[in-house]
């Protein structure tokens, strides 16, 4: 529900500002301010569900998406819109780290693994399946209400997910409860977060190069906070993000890959979707269905591959890898070649061929990435990676938009070229992905008494 909210708003843009006769300003907030309040709190939201217990945090965080996607739904104006969103993306990101947390709690071994493949198939549907499902409530509920449906359809599975929270989850942990939430680590965090996000996320609504300023100035203060992370760590505190997790070169290794990869692999249904929608005269619905290959190719590798992926390792990362590489590169071949209206059947194979790939990258990327972190730590070592995957994608957001919409004005409107330059750009970040991949490989890295560990929960 959280992952899928960061992309079905998308298609239902239009009729937003037709409803709300809203700025184009406000439509880019709509859409970038989720993303930015949603990285923003992962890292902190990991923290406290391993202070002050998972359960508690996913209750919190549950109810409150719930809430702000019902005022979402209500809205009256622009303004309330985007703020309601802003509070959704908030709850998104409170939510999200403690999955994470449970599986690395609740599940050892082949266990986890494929309890980390339904949670890597989950990723993989949500990101991919957002377009489809947006154009499928909007064609069902029409232009004047679609966008709203957006919204409500939250409800009732949040609901829904509430008393079945209240019936499985454990109960949260009375451990660790007095162990300091180092307030100073989590103000430094989130000025740099969104001194790092906010310029990306609007890249196209902000004119001139001043923003870029802002790049460098979040560094300094990421910087700021790492030395004081390690002050306070001396101190004999507990810091927010214990940075020796970086000692572990599976989690150094795999946050990395997770960092580039997303770059790339985000950033393809965003030129996909323009590109079929106002490029070849698709709606919405239409738009969807021929990006659904990827997203079924997606779910169906990561089941399997959460059941072998420690027995392969990161090869399977790295094989998963090469295999969207390929996928992208026969799309390419097929958007140069074919310029009508079948291009959707055209690419629905090469597609589902990046599709699997990636089912067989994001998975078995978090499995082998958090299989060495301590439990107690596995919320705040969730939010530190899926905060560096949420960088990633605003950073190929930004570059791959700025190539495509550039290469439609150098070309005056030459929608092929455009998204085949786009997404060679993709390839290229995936091929990064896999650099990062091979070297891990190359330096001979080997998940080390994972599974020894004592079993430590918080029930």
């Known amino acids: 529900m959280t992952l899928l909210d960061v992309s079905i708003v998308n298609v239902a843009l239009p009729s937003i500002q037709r409803g709300l006769q809203a700025s184009s300003s406000d439509l880019q907030w709509v859409v970038s301010g989720y993303a930015l309040t949603f990285g923003l709190l992962l890292v902190p939201s990991g923290r406290l569900g391993d202070v002050r217990g998972r359960t508690t945090m996913f209750l919190v965080g549950l109810v409150t998406f719930v809430l702000a996607s019902a005022a979402c739904g209500v809205a009256n104006g622009p303004m309330w819109l985007v703020i309601a969103r802003l509070v959704q993306g908030a709850a998104g990101g409170i939510l999200?780290?403690?999955?994470?947390?449970?599986?690395?709690?609740?599940?050892?071994?082949?266990?986890?693994?494929?309890?980390?493949?339904?949670?890597?198939?989950?990723?993989?549907?949500?990101?991919?399946?957002?377009?489809?499902a947006g154009g499928l409530l909007i064609q069902l509920f029409g232009v004047e209400h679609g966008w709203r449906a957006v919204f409500f359809v939250?409800?009732?599975?949040?609901?829904?997910?509430?008393?079945?929270?209240?019936?499985?989850?454990?109960?949260?942990?009375?451990?660790?409860?007095?162990?300091?939430?180092?307030?100073?680590?989590?103000?430094?965090?989130?000025?740099s977060v969104v001194l790092l996000l906010l310029p990306l996320v609007q890249e196209r609504t902000w004119s001139g190069g001043a923003k870029w300023l802002l790049i460098p100035a979040g560094l300094v203060v990421l910087a700021a906070f790492v030395g004081w992370e390690i002050r306070y760590g001396r101190a004999g505190k507990q810091p927010m993000v214990q940075l020796d997790l970086f000692r572990l070169r599976s989690y150094s290794f795999g946050s990395a890959i997770g960092l580039v990869y997303f770059a790339g692999f985000t950033a393809i249904f965003f030129v996909l979707a323009l590109y079929l929608q106002i490029g070849r005269g698709y709606s919405a619905l239409e738009a969807g269905l021929a990006v659904t290959p990827f997203a079924l190719g997606s779910a169906v590798a990561s089941a399997l591959a959460g059941g072998v992926v420690l027995r392969f390792g990161r090869p399977l990362v790295a094989i998963?890898?090469?295999?969207?590489?390929?996928?992208?590169?026969?799309?390419?071949?097929?958007?140069?070649?074919?310029?009508?209206?079948?291009?959707?059947?055209?690419?629905?194979?090469?597609?589902?061929?990046?599709?699997?790939?990636?089912?067989?990258?994001?998975?078995?990327?978090?499995?082998?990435?958090?299989?060495?972190?301590?439990?107690?730590?596995?919320?705040?070592?969730?939010?530190?990676?899926?905060?560096?995957?949420?960088?990633?994608?605003?950073?190929?957001?930004?570059?791959?938009?700025?190539?495509?919409?550039?290469?439609?004005?150098?070309?005056?409107?030459?929608?092929?070229q455009a998204v085949t330059a786009a997404l060679r750009l993709?390839?290229?970040?995936?091929?990064?992905?896999?650099?990062?991949?091979?070297?891990?490989?190359?330096?001979?890295?080997?998940?080390?008494?994972?599974?020894?560990?004592?079993?430590?929960?918080?029930a």
């Open 154 to 191: 939250n409800v009732p599975i949040g609901i829904v997910a509430f008393v079945l929270a209240l019936m499985w989850l454990p109960r949260a942990s009375v451990q660790r409860r007095s162990e300091s939430l180092d307030p100073v680590g989590v103000v430094l965090l989130g000025t």
């Open 96 to 132: 999200n780290p403690q999955v994470s947390g449970f599986v690395q709690e609740l599940f050892r071994g082949k266990e986890r693994g494929t309890a980390f493949g339904l949670f890597g198939a989950t990723i993989g549907i949500s990101t991919a399946v957002g377009p489809l």
């Open 426 to 458: 993709c390839d290229i970040l995936v091929a990064l992905a896999l650099v990062v991949a091979l070297a891990d490989l190359r330096w001979g890295s080997r998940p080390q008494g994972a599974d020894r560990q004592p079993a430590q929960t918080a």
């Open 320 to 416: 998963g890898l090469a295999v969207v590489i390929v996928g992208l590169l026969i799309t390419d071949v097929v958007l140069s070649r074919v310029t009508s209206s079948a291009v959707g059947w055209a690419t629905a194979l090469p597609l589902l061929v990046s599709g699997l790939g990636s089912g067989v990258v994001i998975s078995p990327n978090i499995t082998l990435t958090l299989q060495e972190v301590p439990v107690a730590r596995a919320g705040s070592a969730s939010g530190v990676l899926q905060t560096g995957q949420r960088l990633g994608a605003a950073v190929g957001i930004a570059a791959v938009g700025s190539l495509f919409f550039n290469r439609l004005a150098t070309t005056h409107g030459d929608w092929e």
